[in-house]
């Protein structure tokens, strides 16, 4: 006897189907994304014993022809893709025709369906290995089906299933996604027989602040980009819609959910410099682009992907998203401090009334004191010395505007309000249309500071300074292939990096500002990111980290005693800076108590 055999037709299938569906979330992701493609408008879903009992999904697609209904559950039978082109270019979620005939392999499978120009439906059901014979039956257009008991024909399968409302929890999970991947289909959840969730035809902000919450929709921002045949559209939260586990982190490249190394370290960079600690952003971004750049043929479950060119992706999303995060404090979602006193707030408010000046509140009294340290010479000196990059002083009195020193009858053009005291020497209390803004005057010096010097940097050619001793380390041959074809990459970074012999580099110059760093560590992983990457975050992260100590240095400390005047100055230097909403390591510079808090707050209105 032969040692090698041809497998059955059914364990082949219930190999492919320990591939595909490891769980009821599993054939649910599958069945949803067959009705979408069948065109879809209407979902519902049915579950029983967190699926593993049933699984039904009804849809009111195009429904399958009663010519087709023999090779509906058969394997490799598919009417998504003719070709190995078609298969290149896929747009379609399914394609490879082995879904429902790895279902159908473990469970107990009723398929109904109709046409638009069947005169009735017809159904089909399947046991395991055995098929019955299509018969008519009643339905609308569309189709119906229902996979029931789970595994049951393979019962050590079966032990891996978790409890009930963990398998539930997966389900639930798959349903979310692909329902904000489609807010132009209506979906329907019911858990033993209960609704569990129900989305009407939204917009995508809709389905988004329905399924993220409405505190996310409050603190995101719009991300719209568009290059040649991709474009970015979605929702970046703001650094204060950050969680401490990754757990909304939607990416979705036409149309399927993915979890890609790429996009997410993308998208983590772009929030490298407004995030505090360990924090996890938060968005929901939906990435478009040609099919034949992309290949979703990379795993079973079709959850990774893998794109022709990588690099180019990775920093277009990289750049969508930084561009979304970068507007000024006045130009991102306010943070509200939250407040635990409860009450209903009726009594009149009062005409909004701006702070003025000379109306007894602000006397010269010595707690107001320059801003500037004695022996740092005079106001006008430091102003000229704010001017130079990385200058620590940077708010200038002489230099101000009568409209930033002294407040307007109206606070409706500046949303920071302005200034009417600073507490204990940290905090700066200014008064707005809304109610009363908290501002940490260091945190937000700090972020003006630092975003004034990167630009000076920016704007200019990086500075470059020579090594009088080359700095070499042993290399492997894929650094030292990167470090021979980025040459000119290299050298716009400020970098001159030579090949000393095939196992060893040479260091011969680098970036003046990171002149003291480990320079074989930062070759190395300028070499990784230019290979990998394309743009070197690495360096970008290095040189930040300076930036951000010279700026958390020249930044005004605490208790430092600030005038109204330089108070406003500061507000209104906020008002015009990126990404002021939070200081280089990601803390809040600002926080909002609307009017309605300070009344539950006082119990006004009880």
């Not at 039956?137 to 189709?143: E, F, I, L, P």
């Not at 012999?501 to 011969?508: D, E, G, H, K, N």
């Not at 980290?545 to 208790?559: D, G, K, Y």
Request: glycine share 6%; aromatic share 6%.
């Amino acid at each position: 006897m032969s040692a090698i055999q041809v497998l059955p037709d059914l364990l082949i299938s219930q190999i492919a189907a320990g591939e595909v569906v490891d769980r009821p979330a599993s054939v649910l992701k599958e069945l949803l994304e067959n009705s979408l493609d069948a065109g879809a408008r209407e979902i519902q879903v049915l579950l029983d014993a967190g699926g593993v009992a049933r699984i039904q999904v009804e849809d009111d697609g195009d429904g399958i022809a009663q010519e087709d209904f023999g090779l509906a559950l058969a394997r490799h039978a598919t009417s998504k893709i003719r070709s190995l082109a078609d298969l290149e270019a896929v747009g379609s979620l399914g394609f490879r025709g082995e879904a429902l005939a790895s279902i159908a392999s473990v469970a107990r499978v009723t398929l109904v369906s109709r046409n638009a120009d069947s005169p009735h439906a017809y159904s089909l059901n399947s046991e395991g290995p055995v098929t019955g014979t299509v018969e008519p039956a009643a339905r609308q257009q569309g189709t119906t089906i229902t996979v029931a008991d789970l595994y049951f024909n393979t019962p050590a399968r079966r032990k891996f299933m978790r409890t009930e409302a963990t398998e539930f929890g997966h389900c639930d999970g798959v349903f979310q996604r692909i329902a904000l991947a489609r807010p132009d289909v209506a979906f329907l959840l019911k858990h033993n027989g209960r609704v569990s969730a129900h989305y009407r035809v939204q917009t995508v902000a809709e389905r988004v602040a329905a399924i993220l919450g409405k505190e996310f929709s409050a603190a995101s921002l719009p991300v719209e980009a568009e290059a040649g045949t991709l474009s970015l559209r979605g929702f970046a939260g703001a650094p204060q819609a950050a969680r401490s586990r990754a757990d909304q982190q939607y990416f979705f490249v036409n149309g399927r959910f993915v979890r890609d190394r790429l996009l997410s370290h993308a998208a983590r960079e772009a929030y490298a410099d407004v995030l505090h600690g360990e924090r996890q952003p938060a968005y929901a971004l939906f990435l478009e682009l040609d099919p034949s750049g992309v290949d979703v043929n990379v795993h079973p479950a079709k959850t990774e992907v893998r794109f022709r060119d990588s690099r180019s992706i990775h920093q277009f999303v990289f750049h969508a998203v930084k561009r979304a995060l970068s507007g000024t404090a006045a130009e991102t979602p306010v943070a509200y401090a939250k407040l635990d006193a409860q009450a209903n707030c009726v009594a009149p408010r009062p005409a909004f009334r701006p702070f003025q000046p000379g109306l007894g509140v602000e006397q010269p009294v010595a707690a107001y004191q320059t801003l500037f340290t004695p022996g740092a010479g005079s106001p006008a000196q430091v102003a000229e010395s704010a001017r130079t990059p990385g200058a620590g002083a940077l708010l200038q009195p002489p230099d101000l505007p009568q409209s930033a020193a002294r407040p307007a009858m109206q606070a409706s053009g500046q949303p920071l309000g302005y200034a009417i005291a600073q507490l204990h020497g940290v905090y700066i209390l200014a008064q707005n249309e809304a109610g009363l803004v908290l501002v940490d005057m260091h945190a937000a010096h700090e972020r003006i500071v630092y975003e004034r010097m990167r630009q000076s940097l920016d704007a200019g050619e990086l500075q470059r300074q020579a090594l009088l001793v080359p700095a070499m380390f042993q290399a492997d041959s894929v650094e030292v292939a990167t470090a021979e074809e980025q040459q000119e990459a290299l050298e716009r970074l400020g970098f001159e990096i030579g090949v000393a012999s095939p196992t060893t580099l040479a260091v011969r110059a680098v970036p003046a500002a990171l002149a003291g760093s480990d320079l074989p560590s930062l070759a190395r992983s300028v070499l990784a990111d230019l290979r990998e990457f394309g743009a070197t975050q690495a360096l970008a992260a290095r040189r930040d980290e300076i930036l951000s100590t010279m700026a958390c240095h020249a930044a005004v400390r605490a208790n430092r005693i600030l005038s109204i005047p330089e108070m406003n100055a500061l507000l209104r230097e906020m008002e015009e800076t990126e990404r002021s909403g939070s200081c280089n390591h990601g803390r809040p510079t600002w926080y909002q108590l609307s009017l309605s808090d300070l009344d539950r707050l006082f119990l006004r209105g009880r």
